[in-house]
């Protein structure tokens, strides 16, 4: 699994690459990068998009780490008792329903499970799961896959305001002074943060006179806008 600088450097990597422009990336930490080519130094800054985005931290992101653990829990508890002969497919409900006892819903699904191990699906066995699709695969081993509901709202500009503002009070916080001042924002690493950029209206509210260039990307598809400050018009 990458690193979360590893991730950052690869929104930055996807976008220069789909927009054909070449500059050798330096690892920084005020601003994230440094990029440097073509007789410009640009600092770079890099974050990654969720709709509930703030300062002390998204709610969702918790919300989707806590589902991640519970699935790995689940992982170990099903392999454990069903080594081999199964395909288990685990539906979570939204990143947005209930936090709850870890230990306990582990505990709950394995019994549901359990009992229920010659059905080929199980209803809401536990607060977050919607159901469990069960399949025999004879003398294979076990194998388990997750999916998590999306709970879909159709995009708003909006919800990229609080980054940019957070973001651009680290600008204050550079030590040197560069040519152009880029602010990436990565997007689709997460069912939290996968957003369609193509259907987000009225992308011009988010120009910043404090950035060159606002960079929305999509980093599994490379699919990226651009939002360039009224000074480079």
């Known amino acids: 699994m990458r690193s ?3 991730l950052e450097k690869l929104a930055v990597e996807k976008y220069l690459k789909a927009s054909n422009q070449s500059f050798e990336i330096e ?8 990029l440097k080519g073509k007789g410009n130094k640009i600092g770079c800054e890099v974050t990654e998009f969720y709709t509930d985005y703030a300062s002390k931290g998204s709610s969702l ?12 829990k689940i992982r170990v ?14 539906n979570y409900n939204s990143i947005v329903s ?14 549901s499970v359990s009992e229920n191990i010659e059905s080929e699906l199980i209803d809401e066995p536990s607060t977050n799961i919607s159901r469990i699709s069960i399949r025999k695969i004879g003398n294979f081993p076990t194998r388990i896959s997750s999916f998590i509901a999306s709970d879909y709202t159709p995009p708003k500009v909006e919800w990229f305001i609080p980054i940019i503002k957070a973001k651009t009070e680290k600008i204050k916080k550079w030590n040197e002074t560069y ?6 924002i990565s997007t689709g690493l997460s069912s939290s943060g996968d957003v369609s950029l193509r259907h987000i209206r009225n992308i011009e509210k988010l120009k910043s006179a404090y950035w060159d260039k606002i960079i929305i990307i999509d980093i599994n598809f490379a699919d990226y806008v651009e ?7």
Do not use: C
Not at 98 to 106: G, L, P
Not at 179 to 184: F, P, S, T
């Open 61 to 72: 992101k918790k919300r989707e780490s806590f589902l991640n653990e519970l699935h790995q």
């Open 77 to 90: 508890k099903l392999v454990e008792l069903f080594p081999y002969g199964y395909d288990f497919t685990i």
């Open 98 to 111: 209930k936090r709850t006892s870890i230990e306990v819903e582990v505990n709950t699904v394995s019994l």
């Open 27 to 34: 690892e920084f930490e005020s601003p994230d990068f440094i």
């Open 4 to 6: 979360p600088k590893a």
């Open 227 to 233: 939002i360039n400050s009224n000074s480079n018009k």
């Open 179 to 184: 040519d152009r001042k880029w602010l990436v």
